[in-house]
C-alpha cells in the first residue's frame, strides 16, 4: 500500500482497529551491527491503528508500528527505528511456526 493511501484509511478507521503491511524486497545493510543487506522473508512493517497487538484485540487510543526482521536478526529492528527518530519500546516476540 503506497504511503499516501495511509491517512484516508486513517479517516476511515476512525477508532476502529485495522492494519496496514507494507512489504520491502529486504533491509538495507547495516555495517554498523555487522549485517549485510537481507532478503524479502522477514522484511516488512506493520502498522496496528488503535491497537497494540497485531491480532487487534488490545485497544489503544494510538497507534503502533512493528517492524518484522529474521529472528538471527534482531538487533535490526532497534536500528531501523533509531535512523527514523524512535526506539523499540517491546520485547522481541517470536513468530509462530
Known amino acids: 500500500m503506497p504511503t499516501e493511501t495511509v491517512e484516508p484509511l486513517l479517516k476511515a478507521a476512525g477508532s476502529s482497529p485495522t492494519t496496514v503491511r507494507w512489504d520491502f524486497a529486504g533491509w538495507p545493510e547495516a ?3 555487522g549485517l549485510g543487506a537481507c532478503g524479502r522473508r522477514g522484511a516488512f512493517v506493520t502498522l496496528c491503528v488503535n491497537a497494540r497487538d497485531l491480532d ?13 526482521v529474521k529472528q538471527i536478526e534482531a538487533e535490526r529492528a532497534p536500528l531501523l527505528a533509531s535512523r527514523v527518530g524512535l526506539q523499540v519500546i517491546g520485547e522481541l516476540v517470536m513468530a509462530p511456526y
Open 56 to 68: 487487534l484485540e488490545e485497544p489503544s487510543a494510538d497507534h503502533t508500528v512493528f517492524v518484522h
Open 31 to 33: 555495517p554498523e551491527i
